[in-house]
């Protein structure tokens, strides 16, 4: 494949002193979905994501549970990583911040950035927040409910003065806004762009890169009493999955990344100091940084403190996978705010998934089982009608594509749902079961039509819904090696004759235990 077309995506890199949760779900599933329709695509595609294990909140919880921070990183990350396989996502590497690959990367990253005389000792004095490991100014601190310091984000904040090492970000702000401003899109969605683009504009300050009163990091090299701090560490992880310091192999076919996908909280470091970190060490920033929305549970803000955490896998358990997948990226425009509600998902699931897409599959499949033998119908001449919507389904792919090219989920998911619904105003329409004594020959040809129209929506919905979709073209006979897009053209359509399975439903509907739904 070398040579051809690649796309490197990659999710956040997961703090492990938390247990994952529906946010981290939500951004590896988008991810997910990305590389998945780009694989099909032809694409050759490297999905990145991972666990984030140093820092302050780390060393702290470690302590707390007697733990060494090694043990519990090493027993926390595991949990992101089966999080990862228990949503389906096909992601082709997870790194790890404490691995070596990771440290050496780090420390070649530094070691540029100090020869370049990006980097200086000084001191730093002033408020930190633990919990959302950032510094903030004064003007970003007020005083809590509980008449303590807390950051913009509600976070405690405490006061810190220690030696430290400063990344000269003052130096940046014009050859960022220039960056942004030859790369329109480097930053989606555009209102996110624009908060990036004032703030920056509005000055920018000197960040310290580097902690003095903690141990568990990255050592700073030639001076092993400050370790880096861990946003740096961090964000570095992105190129050290590739291989750098070494700039062949992955390095040189994947970078600059195609997409970092981020929630709208941590835009301000991908935006803003990634890039300038790699403009510093003359590294090539991303193409693209997406920052998506956040979720709140029937209503509320989701907070550890409230118990209303959304555990992903006790939903994945009560809603099943492809179902829970399908409503995080069809709820709402992807880039906005959502709720989570139980009505809202088994509404999608029992009117989208059940009544429009499974109802549709079920039923064609089931007529051809009973009037055509179970085997593929014989198409006869084709009418208006027929041709309107087979034109309708082979041309979903240039739309889908155009919108997840713009990370724009629901409106793919939009544009497959109105050739369902044009499918099923059609079954309506040519009535087949009509057909069956009056014209056998048009019944064939009609069914043959919605075949090779579930056909092409089974292709159009595998990335986003792997198993359901696999299950479908299990019914329609479909052979393993015409599962991607280059199966997406007349020349590929079902041929007559071939033996299907017998059907059987992929979108139960749900019924609640209070008969609700
Ligand atoms: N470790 C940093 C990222 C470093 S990347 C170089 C971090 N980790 S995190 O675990 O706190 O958050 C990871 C992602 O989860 C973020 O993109 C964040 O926006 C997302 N979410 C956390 N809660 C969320 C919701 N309630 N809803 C949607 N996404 C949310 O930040």
């Known amino acids: 494949m070398s040579g051809g077309e690649t796309y490197y995506i990659t999710t956040p890199i997961y703090y492990v002193n938390d247990?994952?949760?529906?946010?981290?779900?939500?951004?590896?599933?988008?991810?997910?979905?990305?590389?998945?329709?780009?694989?099909?695509?032809?694409?050759?595609?490297?999905?990145?994501?991972?666990?984030?294990?140093?820092?302050?909140?780390?060393?702290?919880?470690a302590l707390a549970a007697g733990l060494s921070p090694q043990a519990l990183v090493d027993a926390n990350s595991a949990n992101f990583r089966d999080l990862a396989s228990h949503i389906g996502a096909s992601n082709d590497d997870f790194?790890?911040?404490?691995?070596?690959?990771?440290?050496?990367?780090?420390?070649?990253?530094?070691?540029?950035?100090?020869?370049?005389?990006?980097?200086?000792?000084?001191?730093?004095?002033?408020?930190?927040?633990?919990?959302?490991?950032?510094?903030?100014?004064?003007?970003?601190?007020?005083?809590?409910?509980?008449?303590?310091?807390v950051g913009p984000t509600g976070a405690p904040v405490e006061w810190v003065k220690e030696p430290s090492y400063f990344f000269r970000l003052s130096a940046w702000q014009d050859r960022l806004l220039a960056y942004y401003e030859a790369n329109p899109d480097c930053i989606a969605p555009q209102s996110r762009r624009n908060e990036v683009i004032s703030f920056v504009k509005r000055g920018l300050q000197d960040v310290s890169v580097s902690r003095t009163s903690f141990s568990w990091g990255i050592p700073v090299p030639n001076d092993p009493d400050h370790i880096m701090y861990v946003w740096l560490d961090a964000l570095t992880n992105y190129i050290a999955a590739l291989g750098f310091p070494r700039q062949d192999g992955d390095y040189a076919r994947f970078w600059p990344a195609d997409l970092h996908m981020v929630g709208k909280d941590i835009l301000r470091f991908h935006?803003?100091?990634?890039?300038?970190?790699l403009l510093a060490a003359d590294l090539e920033p991303p193409k693209r940084i997406f920052a998506h929305g956040w979720w709140t549970n029937e209503g509320q803000k989701i907070s550890k403190s409230l118990g209303n955490v959304i555990d992903p896998l006790t939903l994945i358990a009560k809603y099943g996978l492809d179902q829970v997948r399908y409503f995080l990226l069809r709820e709402l425009p992807f880039g906005n705010d959502g709720d989570f509600s139980h009505r809202a998902m088994v509404s999608r699931m029992n009117s989208d998934l059940a009544n429009d897409y499974g109802n549709l599959a079920q039923r064609v499949l089931s007529m051809i089982g009973k009037n055509c033998g179970g085997k593929v119908p014989q198409a006869g001449p084709l009418i208006d009608a027929d041709e309107a919507l087979l034109a309708g389904a082979y041309g979903m792919l240039a739309k889908v594509r155009e919108a997840l090219d713009q990370q724009l989920f629901h409106e793919g998911l939009e544009t497959i749902w109105t050739v369902i619904r044009a499918a099923n105003a059609y079954v309506d329409h040519q009535a087949p079961w009509a057909l069956k004594k009056s014209d056998p020959a048009r019944m064939e040809t009609v069914l043959w039509v919605l075949a090779e129209t579930v056909r092409l929506l089974a292709l159009m919905t595998l990335a986003y819904m792997p198993d359901a979709s696999a299950r479908l073209l299990d019914q329609l006979a479909v052979a393993t090696d015409k599962r991607d897009f280059s199966a997406f053209r007349p020349e590929d359509a079902l041929a007559a004759g071939i033996i299907l399975p017998s059907p059987t439903g992929v979108f139960p509907r749900y019924v609640d235990a209070e008969g609700e739904g």
Do not use: M, N
């Not at 803003?272 to 970190?277: E, K, T």
């Open 95 to 149: 790194i790890r911040t404490t691995e070596p690959r990771h440290i050496a990367a780090c420390q070649d990253l530094w070691r540029r950035l100090i020869e370049g005389g990006h980097i200086y000792l000084g001191h730093y004095e002033g408020w930190y927040s633990v919990r959302d490991e950032a510094f903030y100014g004064s003007d970003e601190v007020t005083t809590g409910p509980s008449g303590d310091k």
């Open 19 to 61: 247990k994952p949760h529906i946010g981290h779900a939500y951004t590896t599933l988008a991810c997910d979905v990305l590389a998945r329709f780009k694989r099909l695509g032809g694409t050759e595609v490297k999905f990145l994501t991972g666990t984030d294990e140093h820092g302050q909140k780390v060393e702290k919880s």
């Open 271 to 277: 935006a803003v100091y990634w890039p300038a970190f």
